[in-house]
């Protein structure tokens, strides 16, 4: 077990998955800009780590995966637009981290993803959740605003109507409305939740890591404006498939009716 910012971010490699802990849940795991500065360096860690197939991220205790950003922090370092801009600065290393992460990555969530937080359960892939899960973005109860990023995101997963709605009433929604308007992947009761993700990730983790990461690439991209799409980068992650040893292994194993050994190359 790794331990950042003073302990308030966790990380541990087991079986080929990599889990990050969001630790403060004194604060329901409102996220300090300590805590971003080690979600970015324990994704650097775990993208170098070829023991990591895939990344689960999740809150310790069972009340939030994150309550949003640490309002504690405000005061000091977002005072005024000004303000605002340096904490960004600082707060963006770690999603453009997530964003560009090329390994698949699962939010398991219970309880409060409220704001930032919810920001960053949005860059995962997968949002598994609890039936406890509550999702809600307050910025305008609290008069701020959210950046571009967050909200392209919330567009893209759920349209743009819920998306207003969501955003202009800053209230919560419950895991079954989270579910319906596809903000969350699945919702199972809360007791399963562990259970489920590790049957989730497990299976992922045991495909061939080059499909993954030329999948995820993929809807990466096509979620993008076309103009801004990298064709060139989506055929070169095509054919390191094909070329791959993993590919023979992957055909192989099938016709040995044998489950595949993947090796990332
Ligand atoms: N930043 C800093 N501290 C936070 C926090 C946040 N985003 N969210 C919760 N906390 C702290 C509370 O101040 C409280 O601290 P205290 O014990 O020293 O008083 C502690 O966490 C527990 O919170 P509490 O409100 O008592 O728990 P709850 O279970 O009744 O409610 C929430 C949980 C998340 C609904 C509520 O704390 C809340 O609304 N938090 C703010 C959410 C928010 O607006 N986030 C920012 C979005 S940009």
Redesign the pocket.
Known sequence: MSEYADGTMLSVIEEGVGLITFNQP???N?MSIGMWDGLARILDAFEHDDRVRAVVLTGAGN??FI??????QFEEQRGNADAQRDYDRLTRAGNARLAAFAKPTIARIRG?C???GLGIAMQCDLRIAAVDSEYG???A??G?AYGFDLVRNLVSLVGPAHTRMLLYSGQRIDSAEAQRIGLVNQVVEDEELSERVVDIVRTIADNAPLSLRSMKLAVGEAVKDESRCDYAAIDAAIDACFDSEDYREGRTAFLEKRPPRFRGR
Do not use: T, V
Not at 67 to 72: L, P, R, T, V
């Open positions: 004194q604060k329901r409102a009340r939030a309550a949003g950003a640490d309002i504690s409060y409220l704001g930032e973005l307050p910025g109860r609290l701020m």
